[in-house]
């Protein structure tokens, strides 16, 4: 028999993350799906302790959402609420630096799993599912910076919040890759650096000079000093996102570029119409208040 928590705290961005293993121990859900609303359903009442305040900006970036967890956003009548506002995709393209397209991989076969790839931006998932929170009376403590853990024993566990002593039956951390509640369990685990570098910005795709017209919208072009990837992140493909990806030992050129769209190529086309946006913004700005 599965004994259920009386009660959970959550430290660090608990509305969107990949657990697994801690929702099988407790029997929840099997896949990533949205903790704090899994636990709701259970009837087992959560606190979310954030150290940002409310009015935190999140990154502005997008996030793919996969079939599995495309199921259990859709079990948590989360999907209903955000389905309108994501790009779907079925497959993915690769090319080489001469434009030429190598292989297609099917990423997600609506026939056989039930949905396309989803992505929208990370803010609209995170703003979507604080408002169900909200809905439904989870508690989200801001501004609360996790101390450390004081005791556990088999009724519980003590932490510290902002200097203060709380308690719960069971503390799950989702605090992120440097955790601290990682450190507890395991005091001498560090990240490591791999050598893999990356860079990431947001585009208008009409501020892109693509090679040619009906561009593919989505790609990663492989070569030499690394990779670049491309996705739009709203239904209408309007912005793009654009990544740059290498190792810090690798050549500062893509030297093997025989005439087609290197790394470095397709790069430029999206530094160029970045600096466009820019411009036009600054132009904008100055026409109004002339």
Not at 201 to 212: E, F, G, K, L, N
Request: one cysteine or more; aromatic letters at 6%.
């Amino acid at each position: 028999m599965v004994i259920l928590p009386a009660d959970v705290a959550i430290i660090g961005a608990g509305l969107a993350v990949s657990l697994e293993t801690v929702l099988r121990l407790i029997d929840i859900e099997k896949s990533e799906t949205a903790l704090a609303l899994a636990l709701h359903r259970q009837n087992i009442p959560c606190t979310i302790y954030e150290s940002r305040s409310n009015e935190a900006t999140e990154v502005a970036s997008g996030v793919v959402l996969t079939p599995n967890r495309l199921r259990i956003l859709d079990d948590l009548v989360v999907l209903s609420r955000i389905k309108d506002r994501c790009w779907l995709a079925d497959h993915r393209t690769y090319k080489n630096d001469e434009d030429v397209t190598t292989r297609k991989t099917l990423a997600a076969n609506e026939d056989l799993y039930g949905f396309k790839d989803h992505r929208l931006w990370r803010r609209i998932l995170l703003m979507e599912m604080k408002i169900m929170l909200e809905e439904r009376c989870i508690d989200i403590v801001y501004k609360a910076r996790f101390g450390g853990i004081i005791a556990e024993d088999e009724t519980g566990v003590h932490f510290l919040i902002n200097g203060e002593i709380k308690r719960a039956s069971m503390l799950i951390g989702t605090d992120g890759t440097v955790s601290t509640v990682r450190k507890y369990i395991d005091p001498d685990i560090r990240p490591e650096y791999t050598g893999t570098v990356g860079a990431l910005a947001h585009i208008r795709r009409d501020s892109v000079r693509w090679p040619y017209a009906d561009y593919e919208p989505q790609f990663t072009l492989q070569g030499k000093p690394g990779a670049f990837f491309t996705m739009p992140e709203d239904p209408k493909a309007e912005h793009n996102a654009g990544r740059r990806q290498g190792t810090t030992a690798g050549p500062a050129n893509n030297e093997d570029t025989k005439g087609g769209v290197g790394i470095d190529d397709m790069s430029c086309l999206f530094r160029v119409g970045m600096q466009k946006e820019v411009d036009d913004t600054l132009s904008n700005q100055r026409s109004s208040a002339s």
